[in-house]
C-alpha cells in the first residue's frame, strides 16, 4: 500500500473537494436504489436525507485526510458511500440486499487491483482476498452456531469488509472484526434493554460492521 504521509499534507480544498464528490456520489447511489431497489428506497424524511448526505460528506473528507492524492482512496470512497446507503437501509428494513453489498465487493476488487497495480503492492490485493475470506468464513461460522441474530447479509458484507480492512494490513483486519463484533454485541444489548417488556426486535448488525471497519480504517496508521 502506497504511504499517504509520502506525498506531504494534505490540503483543506481537497479534503472539501473529496467530501463534495462524495456527497454527490451519495446523492447518485440514492437515486440508483430508489430506481433499482424501490422497495427499499422508500421516500425519505428531510432529517433522514441531510442525515445520509452529512455522513456520506465527513466520511469521505476523513478518507480524503486519511490517504491523500493516492490511489486507493477512490476504492475507500466507494466504501463510505456504499456503507452509508447499507446502514440506512439496513437500520430501515432488516435487510442487506445482494444487488449492493455484492457489486461492492466487485467494484472494491477492480478499484485495490488498478491501485494495487499501480503502486506495485500485489500484496496488499492478495491480503484484501484473504481477508475477504477469513471474514466471511468466520461470520459464516458464528451464523451458523450462534443465536445471536446475525444473519446471511451480515455474512455477505463481511467479504468486502475484510476486502478493504486487509488490503490495509492484518491489523486492520483483527481490530475491525473485533470492533465490529463489539459494537454490534452492544447495539444487541442496547436493543434488548429498551423491549424488555416487549417482543424483541431483530438487531440490525450491518451499521456496526459498517462503523467499526470505517473507524479502524481512518484510525489505524
Known sequence: MSDPAAAGPVSLLFVLEIGAAGTAL?????????????????????????????????LSALLAWRFGPSPELPAYVLLAVAGVQLARIDLIHHLLPNRMVLPLLGTGLVFLGAAAGATGEAGSLLRGLGGAFILFVLYLFLALTSRNGLGMGDVKLAAPLGLYLGYLGWAHLFYGGALG?????????????????????????????????????LLLP
Request: glycine letters at 8%; hydrophobic letters at 50%; proline letters at 6%.
Open 26 to 58: 451519495g446523492l447518485l447511489a440514492d437515486l440508483l436504489v430508489r430506481r433499482t431497489l424501490p422497495h427499499l428506497g422508500s421516500p425519505l424524511t428531510v432529517r433522514m436525507r441531510s442525515t445520509t448526505a452529512a455522513a456520506t460528506f465527513a
Open 181 to 217: 463484533f463489539v459494537l454490534g454485541g452492544v447495539a444487541a444489548a442496547v436493543t434488548a434493554l429498551k423491549n424488555r417488556e416487549n417482543k424483541p426486535k431483530e438487531v440490525a448488525y450491518g451499521p456496526s460492521m459498517l462503523a467499526a471497519g470505517l473507524a479502524v480504517i
